[in-house]
């Protein structure tokens, strides 16, 4: 039986560590927080679990938290493999690979979506950047956690990807305000509404599963937060920027994004987007 260690048993990690326990796998979680541990999961600190795996999953907040463990990964007693499913900048990512690298061990970014159900149920979609030589150790590590493995390109085309996909995806969820306040002031039922814009060119994942799952049931639980959205767009438009791309639309979207999380706080879901005015 392989040994997995999972790094960050939060919403993410620790649906992930679930799955592969059920998918046969010893796991080894890793986490400083005073947060349950998946049943199944052996919890211990980092040092005892890179000497007993060498398949690294890391669902971590962010990239300052990633480079915090980065010198331990670097001095693990045998060659790793390492995926990580947090959300980063593309050249951090690069960065930490070629690091990694001259001690033999290999980092590739598997950032993920799907929410904590996703984790929870193994259905998660990867972008991943990973090179050819370790891409099918890296598939078959990533076979119970996900129903969609995208293999964007080499290292940094995961981050890459994730965070055009939460730019739409917030840019989506903004413009949804303007039709869920159109909808109010109108009289037109948003139901109704939703319904005809889901048969036309207009749709999309925010209007087809976001407003009936989290915003009109009222429930806003989806497991993703503001501060998290706001710092993916935000992260989004920097990349933008860098590449010299220029999008007062990507602009409004980060503005937007930024003045929520100060309206309603970093931990309020993100569907609050479409409501909040």
């Known amino acids: 039986m392989s040994a997995f260690a999972v790094v960050g048993l939060g919403h993410m990690g620790g649906g992930m560590a679930a799955t592969l326990v059920r998918a046969g796998h010893r796991v080894l979680g890793v986490d400083p927080g005073a947060g349950p541990t998946p049943d199944g999961v052996e919890r211990m600190e980092l040092a005892e ?37 947090s959300t980063c900048p593309p050249d951090d990512t690069r960065r930490r690979a070629a690091d990694l690298a001259g001690n033999g061990h290999v980092l590739v970014d598997a950032p993920v979506s799907g929410g904590p159900s996703g984790a929870a149920s193994g259905q998660l979609t990867v972008f991943l950047g990973c090179p050819e030589q370790p891409l099918p150790a890296v598939l078959e590590a990533l076979e119970p956690l996900a129903t969609n493995v995208n293999h964007v390109g080499e290292v940094g085309a995961g981050n890459t990807a994730k965070l055009l996909n939460n730019l739409l995806c917030g840019i989506h969820l903004a413009a949804a305000q303007a039709l869920h306040g159109v909808a ?24 087809e599963v976001n407003l009936p799952r989290w915003v009109l049931t009222g429930d806003f639980d989806s497991g993703f937060p503001v501060g998290l959205m706001a710092r993916d767009v935000a992260l989004a438009a920097e990349m933008v920027a860098e590449q ?9 979207a980060e503005r937007m994004w930024a003045g929520l999380r100060e309206q309603v706080g970093p931990a309020d879901d993100f569907n609050r987007m479409v409501t909040t005015r």
């Open 49 to 85: 679990a890179l000497a007993g795996a060498r398949t690294i999953v890391l669902s971590l907040p962010g990239t300052e938290q990633v480079d915090q463990i980065l010198p331990a990964l670097d001095q693990a007693p045998h060659q790793l493999l390492v995926i990580d499913a």
């Open 184 to 207: 109010e002031n109108s009289g037109v039922e948003l139901e109704r509404l939703l319904a005809a814009i889901n048969t036309a060119s207009g749709r999309s994942a925010v209007t």
């Open 244 to 252: 010299g791309v220029s999008s007062p639309l990507v602009e409004a």
